[in-house]
């Protein structure tokens, strides 16, 4: 490959997985790349666009990482410098726990040209995917989007504050965490609080339980559900069945809880 273009960093966000879900902007981003670095979120049928771009994977996958974030960062200003244009495309929105704004900082450094191509963050796109909406007039006035897990490994102490609050809470990277999490809200709320784990998010894999913060443990594990998931907590969880997506109809036939199963777990029979 031979570098035609100057040195470019696009933080590119990919969606929160379906492959339908990213920008028009992503897109031409891709087409023009030189080299395209992706992390693991990312769905890997979106990297057709890059036709003419090398491609490089350095996310984190069974617990390993393929590179380092130093390393990642070396990589986008050395790429950037030898071929031209590095696209570096992020599940979700780069700017939501995505370190896009560390990797713009660090190019910048070295004098090379940098842009941003938002994308829709999976706290938002899958829970609406899904039926769930964060707000809701009478029932929840505002949203939290809070990391599960902090860089320091341990539960953002957020979560403490935002289970003291009547509004929805969005947790990402949190499901290490589950029984902090169900501690806290026990501790600060009621046991019939409903919740949603809904893991791997728009995509035909997707899996989801819908409860309450007293059941929830026994259907993520009767369910087997793992990360990457999303957690939502709040009443308007409880809407979730009477509402219809896009989505739903289209792809997940199959793959949703029926609605009487949903409602049981909620407490709403008793």
Request: glycine content about 8%; hydrophobic content about 40%; some cysteine.
């Amino acid at each position: 490959m031979i570098q035609t273009n100057k040195p470019k960093l696009t933080i590119v966000g990919a969606g929160p997985g379906d492959v339908e879900l990213i920008t028009l902007k992503a897109i031409k981003a891709l087409e023009e790349a030189d080299v395209v670095l992706y992390d693991a979120l990312v769905n890997e049928e979106l990297l057709q666009y890059a036709k003419h771009a090398e491609i490089i994977f350095v996310g984190k996958r069974f617990g390993c990482h393929a590179y380092s974030q130093d390393q990642i960062n070396d990589l986008i200003v050395s790429m950037a410098k030898k071929y031209g244009h590095v696209v570096r495309l992020k599940g979700g929105d780069p700017f939501v726990f995505g370190r896009g704004s560390e990797e713009i900082d660090f190019a910048n450094q070295f004098g090379i040209e940098t842009a941003i191509v938002p994308g829709i963050s999976s706290a938002l796109g899958v829970p609406a995917s899904n039926g769930i909406s964060l707000t809701q007039r009478k029932v929840a006035e505002s949203f939290w989007v809070i990391t599960g897990t902090t860089s320091d490994h341990k539960l953002s102490k957020d979560v403490d504050l935002a289970s003291q609050s009547s509004a929805t809470v969005v947790i990402l990277m949190g499901m290490n965490k589950l029984d902090e999490i169900v501690s806290l809200y026990q501790n600060n709320r009621t046991d019939d609080l409903p919740i949603a784990i809904i893991q791997n998010g728009t995509q035909k894999s997707q899996k989801k339980v819908i409860g309450t913060i007293s059941n929830i443990g026994t259907l993520v594990k009767k369910n087997e559900i793992t990360s990457p998931a999303i957690i939502v907590i709040g009443e308007v969880v409880k809407n979730a069945s009477a509402l219809t997506s896009y989505m739903k109809a289209e792809m997940f036939s199959d793959a949703f809880l029926e609605e009487e199963f949903i409602l049981q777990n909620l407490n709403v029979f008793e």
